[in-house]
């Protein structure tokens, strides 16, 4: 029996490690039935690294969940160097083509799947309408619970029929909260009945499409639990299983994040979500072996003192094996859908230059229509020279650019060895046979105040602040020297400059008085530098154009020109293309 419980101990538990190699003491839990085990950036140096890691894991063990946070955007591991080529989930929002989110997230799992991961922490369930959160923002579809609902659905769908289990979060909603939980646990002061009908839509939509898993979050919801944060409140995990019926994998948020542990330490916090009803322990970064037992001991304690029942460990045990299962089964299945249509044009509802719809903060309203292709810009006069909104290639997004070391195609899931020809192995194109390209992204996705001019050698003013820690400091962001290679054959004589405080913005300002400027922040609304700098230079160089990349407030005070909707590579391609061909 002693063995037995450690053994199902062992299957909820995730732990992060720190290095790109299977460390020994891993491998060891691994072999004593360790649950799952979840990669961060600082696992992954590229490709056929990344292969040859997750092939250690499974053959540790068989049965091991590898886990990662791939959600498009700003927040991507695979990329994590390069930034990511595929669109943010607020992209997808501001779309607002079901059928793109789909075919997205085909492409990132059947990516990760090549990979050799299992699990996906996303798509992001969230609705933001806290327009200033801090740790959500452009990884949520949008503001409207309807809008969020139908992508989330889609994109479960999409990471799914890859054979990648999907994993919305982060119930029961991180989107109406001001503080990142992270740092600091956040209160969502909703009524339970303002709950259900905002904060749990794209939860109910995820669980009627067929997730896998959902993520639990490190917030306090006084309406249905005035003590615990989701993760350690069974009443708030009751919500899930009994009013929206889920039956498959809880999962936590990682246990190191104060919202979780502040206060009582994960070993202790661990034993609380278990017993609330969360069945895979998220643990966190750079886990060592004292830790993970200190986790373990401190949870076969909990079972001895009668503070957990041994049958909650059992059956958080039992939830985890039919997710191994449920993964082979979709493997196994591998139905069509969404991706075998031909990439063309949606319908997208485009106003002419005012605020898009339901995704950012509210704006004038200004009528729209219906149009297609590259007639979505003409109501306002603003028809982008590239006419096509992606490019009709074939069957399913997929980027070279993170294969081009190993050769391994992310069409053959679990297989290697397949090389790509070299015209689609540059970083500018990360894009296979028979794959959308989804960098640069289309304008389509983008909000624009009005007509853009075409702009010749511009100097791109970075606006420094603190990354959202869920992306990761090390990620590159917007338009910046990694895109060298892009600027230089698009925007020669570019010129990139970072500036970190008022002082910063007020010499580049005074350097580059005849230089076409281009403005670029995230969230610039939100932060007190970005505030401050944008007005800086409204009233310095009211010519500028300013480019919020975060989570626009539209029009904006002063009023923005373009807002991208996420930082990423594709994001980032779009803009430079856009600004390198104007609209006319």
Request: hydrophobic content about 40%; overall charge negative.
């Amino acid at each position: 029996m002693d063995l037995e419980l450690r053994r199902a101990v062992n299957a909820t538990l995730m732990p992060g490690f720190a290095g790109s190699e299977l460390p020994a003491w891993l491998a060891t839990e691994l072999e004593d039935g360790l649950g799952s085990v979840c990669l961060f950036s600082t696992n992954i140096v590229d490709g056929e690294q990344l292969r040859t890691l997750t092939t250690a894991l499974h053959a540790a063990n068989p049965d091991v969940l590898v886990a990662t946070d791939e959600e498009g955007g700003d927040v991507t591991r695979l990329h994590h160097r390069t930034g990511s080529p595929y669109p943010s989930m607020a992209y997808l929002g501001s779309l607002d083509d079901v059928r793109v989110t789909e075919r997205v997230g085909h492409g990132i799992g059947r990516e990760l799947r090549a990979a050799g991961i299992d699990l996906n922490l996303a798509p992001d369930a969230d609705v933001n309408s806290n327009p200033r959160n801090p740790v959500i923002g452009v990884r949520s579809f949008g503001a409207d619970q309807e809008l969020v609902a139908r992508h989330v659905a889609a994109c479960t769908r999409g990471i799914q029929s890859a054979g990648t289990a999907a994993c919305a979060k982060h119930f029961p909603g991180h989107g109406d909260t001001a503080t990142d939980s992270h740092l600091a646990l956040p209160t969502i002061t909703a009524s339970a009945a303002e709950l259900a009908a905002r904060e749990l839509v794209p939860f109910g939509a995820a669980v009627d499409a067929g997730t896998l898993a959902v993520m639990t979050s490190h917030i306090l919801v006084p309406s249905i639990d005035p003590e615990l944060p989701a993760t350690l409140s069974g009443r708030v995990l009751r919500v899930l299983r009994e009013d929206l019926g889920f039956t498959g994998a809880i999962v936590s948020d990682a246990l190191d994040m104060a919202g979780a542990s502040r206060g009582r330490g994960i070993p202790e916090a661990a034993v609380l979500a278990l017993a609330a009803g969360v069945d895979l322990l998220c643990i966190g970064t750079d886990n060592t072996a004292d830790q993970l037992a200190e986790i373990r001991e401190h949870i076969l304690a909990a079972v001895q003192d009668g503070r957990l029942p041994a049958d909650r460990v059992f059956d958080a045990a039992s939830r985890v094996a039919a997710l191994v299962a449920g993964v082979r089964e979709l493997r196994a299945s591998g139905g069509p859908g969404a991706w075998d249509v031909p990439c063309e044009a949606a319908d997208v509802p485009v106003p002419p230059t005012a605020s898009r719809r339901r995704t950012c903060s509210p704006a004038p309203e200004t009528p729209g229509t219906v149009l297609k292709s590259a007639e979505i810009w003409r109501e306002s006069g603003t028809v982008p020279r590239s006419a096509e909104i992606w490019r009709e290639t074939g069957t399913v997004p997929r980027s070279a650019e993170f294969w081009r070391e190993s050769g391994t195609d992310p069409d053959d899931g679990a297989e290697s060895g397949t090389a790509y020809p070299d015209d689609v192995r540059t970083p500018s194109s990360p894009q296979t046979p028979g794959g959308c390209s989804f960098a640069p992204l289309s304008p389509a996705g983008f909000w624009l105040r009005g007509p853009i001019a075409p702009l010749t050698a511009p100097v791109f003013l970075r606006l420094r602040t603190a990354t959202n820690i869920a992306a990761g400091e090390g990620t590159p962001w917007g338009v910046g020297e990694h895109l060298r290679n892009e600027l230089n054959r698009q925007l020669p004589g570019a010129v990139v400059v970072t500036a970190f405080d008022l002082e910063g913005v007020a010499a580049v300002l005074a350097a580059n008085r005849d230089r076409p400027l281009v403005v670029q922040g995230r969230d610039l609304a939100r932060v007190e530098f970005l505030v401050a700098a944008t007005a800086m230079v409204h009233q310095r160089r009211p010519d500028a154009l300013l480019v919020d990349l975060g989570w626009p407030e539209l029009p904006g005070d002063p009023p923005i020109d373009i807002a991208t909707f996420g930082s990423g590579r594709g994001a980032a391609s779009g803009l430079i293309a856009l600004l390198a061909e104007g609209t006319r």
